[in-house]
Structure formats: structure tokens, C-alpha cells
């Protein structure tokens, strides 16, 4: 069976709009207000989540965690993250969701007496994950909801980077003049943790994972560079004036 076509659409725009966390734009696009769990509460198995319009509801809710329930400290709070089963089902190749009894709808939005505006109740389902913070960038992508190819690029490398694509040697030369240490160590862990999401979840579009995988190839080139030269062993060219 072929790779279905990507959505992402081409670029030539390398700066973050203001519209860019990945959480935010799901929930405008699945009609629903962000949700957070009270710190240290027990996880619910449904959720009321306050509906923004009445339109293209999500089907569940995920809790998304990347350490044991056991180890979760007072402060932690999974990410609540909505999803609809069915766009799931088509575009990765994990099952995370288990099936609903025949004759299931889809949740409906209702109001509250003295409340203002609508709530729709969702099923929570618990799902833990090598890397917390970047589940919504992939299901933003994965799911086909978004299709900037500029906003996935400016999460993953620095704008001047993305600049130089499709050349990796220049780009991960420049990444390793440009960004600091601890810059690179945020790259580093949100493009691995990305990647790692990606084997365990199965998205289907290659045109995304191809992406993925070029910049966290990318921020590991770079970090080589940045090692050696801080051993002496390779001089970083300076940025030209």
C-alpha cells in the first residue's frame, strides 16, 4: 500500500507566528478551551471539556506523560491533549484508543444550568510516552490539522538554520556556530524526543517523518561539531560579515 501524499505544504518563511504552540492549536481546532489537571489529583476517567463552538468535536482526551505515575511529584500535571479516534485511526499506525461498544456516537456539546457557554465530556485515556512536551507538535502534523510546513521547521532548528535546507553538512555547521550550549541541549532533547515519538506512534505521512529525522540528524551533526571543536580538534568557520 503506498504512502498516502503529505500535506505539508512548502515555505520559504523561517519566523514563528504568534498562533504557534502546538497545544493551543489543537484545541482551536478540535472547538475545545485547554485543560489542566489540579497537581497531584488522581487521574479522572472523563473529562468536561468548555466547548469553544459547535463543530468538529474531539472523541477523547489524552493524558500524556513521559515518567511513572509513581514518580509524578506534587507539581506534576500530565498534558491534556484532545484527539478524535477516527483521524487516529487513519493517519498512525499504533492503536492507543481502545474501540468503543457498537452504536457509539461521538460526544455532544451541552450546557450547564448557570453556566456560561457549553462543555462536552470526554473519556480520558492515560497514555505515557517516551517524550511528554512534543506529543502535540507530532499529532498537530501527524493528523493533517496543520500543514505550515515553516511552523513544524521553527519548532525543530533555529530560522537561520532552516535556511541553509536541504543541505545538512551547512546546516548543521551553522547550528553549531549559531546556538549555545544550552541551546543546543533544548534541540537536542526536543528533536529526539519528537523522533522517538514518531517510532513509537506510526504517523503515516513521510514527507513529515522525513523532515523530523533530517533535523534531528541535523542537531546530532551539530553537537558533533561542537564537541570536537571544544576538544581542539576542528575549527567552527566564523559567520560571514
Known amino acids: ?21 502546538p497545544l493551543d492549536l489543537l484545541c482551536a481546532h478540535f472547538n475545545v478551551v485547554k485543560a489542566t489537571l489540579e497537581p497531584a489529583s488522581e487521574m479522572p476517567s472523563s473529562l468536561d471539556m468548555r466547548v469553544k463552538r459547535d463543530a468538529h468535536m474531539p472523541s477523547h482526551v489524552l493524558a500524556v506523560f513521559d515518567i511513572p505515575e509513581s514518580e ?21 499506525r499504533t492503536n492507543i484508543i481502545p474501540p468503543s461498544p457498537p452504536g457509539s456516537t461521538f460526544p ?3 450546557s450547564i444550568q448557570h453556566a456560561v457557554g457549553q462543555f462536552v465530556t470526554l473519556p480520558v485515556i492515560s497514555m505515557p510516552v517516551p517524550h511528554a512536551p512534543s506529543i502535540p507538535l507530532l499529532l498537530l502534523f501527524g493528523l493533517g490539522l ?30 553549531a556556530t549559531l546556538c ?21 506512534l506510526g504517523p503515516r505521512d513521510s514527507t513529515f517523518i522525513e523532515l523530523v529525522q533530517t533535523a534531528w540528524n541535523v542537531t546530532v551533526e551539530a553537537r558533533r561539531i561542537r564537541k570536537r571543536s571544544q576538544t581542539g580538534n576542528i575549527n567552527i568557520p566564523p559567520l560571514p560579515k
Open 108 to 110: 455532544v456539546p451541552y
Open 72 to 92: 509524578w511529584g506534587s507539581s506534576y500535571q500530565p498534558l491534556l491533549v484532545p484527539i478524535r479516534v477516527d483521524l487516529f485511526t487513519r493517519d498512525f
Open 1 to 21: 500500500m503506498s504512502s498516502p501524499r503529505s500535506r505539508l505544504l512548502p515555505s520559504n518563511q523561517y519566523t514563528m507566528a504568534g498562533d504557534s504552540n
Open 146 to 175: 496543520e500543514t505550515r510546513s515553516h511552523l513544524l521547521c521553527c519548532h525543530l532548528l533555529p530560522p537561520e538554520v532552516i535556511g541553509e535546507f536541504p543541505a545538512p553538512p551547512a546546516m548543521a555547521n551553522l547550528m
Open 180 to 200: 549555545s550550549d544550552d541551546q543546543l541541549r533544548e534541540h537536542s532533547k526536543f528533536n529526539q524526543g519528537l523522533w522517538k515519538n514518531i517510532l513509537s
